[in-house]
């Protein structure tokens, strides 16, 4: 499980960013800059979320005077000009958001992870990983068929999703009816591209001529996580 630092002066948001990536990494809480500049090379996250307008230490002097940056850092503020955005480049920022949702903050955060970490875990954990990115549903029993559907689709790319994808799956997670899975599946996709985020899809999914992703089909989006996983 990666490690995350939050550096926030808001206690209701980083609460509220706390309960949403509890279960995806192992958390550490800063509320104020010289608190995230001690706990950097203490703790050594793999990435961190920053609140650049931090109190006693704004966040540009947090990563100007660290003896540790995290690979992934991700930057908010109320307020950005170029020479801020200039600065935090610099200094390793990759994104800046302008306050955020909680939502989009966590899909923008896991689309940074799985674009710059390195492959890790079990083809299911990598798997995971992908969906996380493109904001499923984790209690969905879809997301959990997607989770072993994707790996044994990456093993036999050729193989029919009716006649023994499905099948398979029921068979690993103990169904009784193979014909639910489709259906489940099916539904986690259409619940994830409900609320997706363009950017974010548009990285596993290119866009036509007309600038447009079509939602894609069971196949078309296991086909597609597949063929990210080192197996």
Known sequence: M?????????????????RALQHDFHLKICSNGPTALAEL?????????????????DGLTVLHEAAFRPKVILAITPYVNEYIRRQAVALGVQFIMIMPTVNALRVRLMDLIASSMPAAGTPQTQAATHLHTLNFLTHLDGYRQLCVAIPLFAQNPRQSLSKELYPA?????????ARSV?????????????????????????????????????KQFIAQIAERLVL
């Open 2 to 18: 990666y490690k995350l630092l939050i550096a926030d002066a808001s206690e209701p948001y980083a609460e509220a960013l706390q």
């Open 41 to 57: 090379p203490l703790f050594q996250p793999d990435a961190m979320i920053l609140n650049l307008m931090l109190p006693y230490k």
């Open 169 to 177: 799956i029921a068979r690993e997670l103990g169904l009784s009816d």
């Open 182 to 218: 489709e259906h489940s599946v099916r539904k986690a996709i259409a619940a994830a591209w409900a609320k997706k985020d363009t950017v974010v899809w548009a990285n596993y999914f290119p866009p036509d001529d007309g600038d447009y992703i079509t939602r894609p089909t069971n």
